[in-house]
């Protein structure tokens, strides 16, 4: 990443330097904006909407005389993003009337859908289908079709205009996963409306029958008949029901449910041994707290009961009784403070510190019983929103420590920095090295004019071999002519002479012939000299630039680390508050949560109590009524009291406590 950042700050720099600036029109083939353009579009594409909205700065700041009008609509995307609904309806506004690729219509589309502004969705998917027919803008991308005409279609569907959302879904094809999505929008749309019931049913056979063959669409069409069968129980049409919801598979997360409600439409059926099946079922494939499960628990004995079976029924209502006794303790000792904090440190270790699509759901809690036992609150808007404000403290705090872990290191730099500088006595070398160099400048100045010198000399670029064979041939004549003259030779010279005249010839032709050889070698080797001599002056002047430059650029460095350090210790110190609140408000939503579930188990154990003592009564009553009556004799008061006192103690003693009173 960081090395992406430097790339892409130095592209920018070439580019003013080489370009200037740029029209008036942003240039899609100009590199520098399709990289912060596209770093843009990266991060609004994973949801990071903070970076994404750093990135849109930087964009902008790149050529502040850029309109771009795909910006403006993104930025008020990006607000949307972050929860900012009324900046992003003032830039909306403000650019209503913009042209732009249909894509990014699409993206505004998506984020106002998200916001629960379902005629800006509209309005927003409208323009973004209509580049596909408009020649001047680019049109909207294959991929994103179908789910700009869902958006259409449910956004018509949310303000009740279900003849438009009918015509709009026509454009869409059958089998399409997100036309399935709209089918089931239109569907809550005309249930809410109280829509004919042929209307509803014809909607759900086309849902349920052109649901994809995949795992999405096998949870698309449970859901969907999910939804049909509590309709139909609650029109009471339980025959219909009964249909939808034996349709449902066992393997989504709609199964729970729908095995609950099953079973109540067999009950309306008056099929009292068929519904305790999918109870059953229901009661051994998920845990004890899954809210569809507690529900059954009293079902199965009711239904029992239903059938006239009142042995298995009293047997079955004291089994569900001591359960749910071992439920009120496991849920006494889930709610402590301690257990509370300590699941949620749990939860908050399998996140993720970095923020978009690729960290883990906040949703995804700890696979464990407490789990388990708090999962009705994925349902309550209030807890999902306090669960993403702690992950998102929590992850600035990560980030506000790696800084704090980068100023310590940044502090220890200089200090090592300092220390070195100081004893490798840097000035003291350097001026060494300056002198140094300044002689071998010399040297190579005095090399340069020697070289020019040679071209002068009647042999030029002559090793000292051939000019010393040069000056010894020059010497024998002279040398023999003296000798001549000192003493008479006994045979004639002459010949001699000659010979060596030629050996002095041929020498002076090897070495003009070697001269041209000779000569570029010389200048060769000089150039590179001079191409050393010049490296090693940048090196020089890059290290007196660098001496010069340390102490100032040092000065006054570690106080600003130590003022940066300052105010991220505050911010943290912020953070910090903030994420106790939060984490205080969060126990205090799973305590009042787990109170909730005390109160709803003891409720159902006070109504399994009760049934057991009333089918103890029925019984009793039935046995009472069997038996002959006794004429018991006359007693006196003070017996009549006596045994009145032990039946009291005795009634009271076959009475079984209720939880809770």
């Known amino acids: 990443m960081r ?16 370009t200037g600036t740029a029209g008036a029109q942003p240039d899609l083939t100009n590199p520098v904006y399709r990289l912060l353009r596209g770093e843009f579009q990266y991060h609004y594409l994973n949801d990071d909407y903070q970076r994404a909205l750093n990135s849109l700065r930087e964009l902008k700041m790149y050529q502040e005389s850029l309109a771009d009008d795909e910006l403006a609509l993104m930025e008020a995307a990006v607000y949307l993003g972050l929860g900012l609904t009324d900046d992003a309806d003032d830039i909306f506004r403000a650019n209503s009337q ?14 106002w859908w998200q916001d629960g502004r379902w005629e800006e969705t509209e309005w927003a998917a409208e323009r973004a289908l209509k580049t596909r027919s408009d020649a001047d803008n680019k049109p909207l991308a294959a991929a994103y079709v179908e789910e700009a005409r869902f958006l259409l279609v449910s956004s018509m569907a949310r303000q009740d205009r279900i003849t438009d959302a009918l015509t709009a879904l026509q454009k869409m094809p059958d089998s399409a996963l997100w036309t399935g999505f709209a089918r089931y929008n239109l569907i809550i749309a005309r249930m809410r409306l109280y829509s004919p019931g042929r209307d509803i049913e014809k909607l759900v056979e086309e849902a349920v029958f052109y649901a994809p063959q995949s795992y999405e669409g096998q949870a698309l069409r449970d859901r969907v008949l999910l939804v049909a069968g509590i309709h139909a129980l609650e029109i009471g049409k339980s025959r219909e029901a009964e249909i939808y919801l034996s349709q449902v598979s066992q393997n989504t997360a709609f199964t ?26 229901l009661q051994q494939k998920y845990r004890a707290f899954h809210p569809a499960v507690m529900e059954s628990i009293l079902a199965v004995p009711h239904a029992l009961e239903l059938l006239n079976a009142t042995t298995q029924s009293l047997k079955t209502y004291e089994m569900v009784e001591g359960r749910l006794q071992t439920m009120l303790k496991d849920l006494a000792q889930q709610n402590q403070a301690d257990e509370i904090q300590s699941w949620l440190d749990r939860w908050l270790e399998q996140q993720d510190t970095e923020w978009g699509w690729q960290r883990t759901s906040v949703t995804d809690m700890p696979d464990e019983e407490f789990s388990a036992t708090v999962q009705g609150l994925l349902d309550d808007p209030t807890f999902t929103s306090a669960a993403f404000r702690l992950h998102e403290l929590t992850a600035m705090q990560i980030q506000i420590q790696r800084k704090l872990d980068d100023m310590a290191a940044w502090m220890t730099v200089v200090e090592r920095r300092q220390q070195t500088l100081k004893s490798m006595n840097g000035e003291q070398r350097l001026r060494d090295l300056q002198r140094r160099e300044q002689q071998l400048s010399d040297k190579v ?23 010393d064979n040069v000056q010894n041939l020059l010497n024998v004549v002279p040398r023999v002519e003296f000798l001549q003259r000192i003493n008479t030779p006994t045979r004639d010279l002459t010949m001699y002479k000659e010979r060596w005249r030629r050996a002095r010839g041929i020498q002076f032709w090897k070495i003009y012939e070697n001269r041209p050889q000779r000569e570029w070698d010389s200048q060769n080797a000089y150039w590179a000299l001079q191409s050393e001599v010049s490296d090693l002056q940048t ?63 003891t409720d159902y154990q006070a109504q399994a109590r009760l049934s057991i003592a009333r089918l103890y009564d029925d019984a009793l009553q039935i046995n009472v009524a069997g038996q002959p009556e006794i004429i018991a004799p006359e007693q006196t008061p003070e017996a009549n009291e006596v045994e009145s006192a032990v039946e009291d103690e005795q009634i009271q003693q076959q009475t079984p406590e209720v939880a809770g009173e």
Request: hydrophobic share 45%; with cysteine.
């Open 3 to 18: 090395f992406c950042s430097v790339v892409k700050h130095w592209l920018v720099v070439l580019c003013l330097i080489q």
């Open 256 to 281: 729970a449910p729908a095995l609950l409600q099953y079973g109540w439409a067999l009950i309306e059926q008056w099929k009292y041994e068929e519904a305790m099946q999918p109870w059953r079922v």
């Open 539 to 601: 090196q020089l002047t890059n290290t007196r630039t660098a001496i010069s430059w340390a102490d100032s650029s040092w000065q006054g460095f570690p106080q600003r680390i130590e003022r940066a350090v300052a105010a991220l210790n505050q911010t943290a110190s912020q953070l910090q508050a903030l994420q106790h609140n939060e984490r205080q408000f969060l126990q205090q939503q799973i305590s009042g949560y787990l109170d909730e579930l005390t109160v709803r188990v």
């Open 98 to 111: 913009v042209t732009a690729s249909g894509n990014f219509w699409f993206y505004l589309a998506r984020a």
């Open 445 to 467: 100045f005095h090399l340069g004019k020697a070289l020019q010198a040679e071209d002068e000399k009647v042999f030029a670029f002559a090793s000292d071999d051939d000019l």
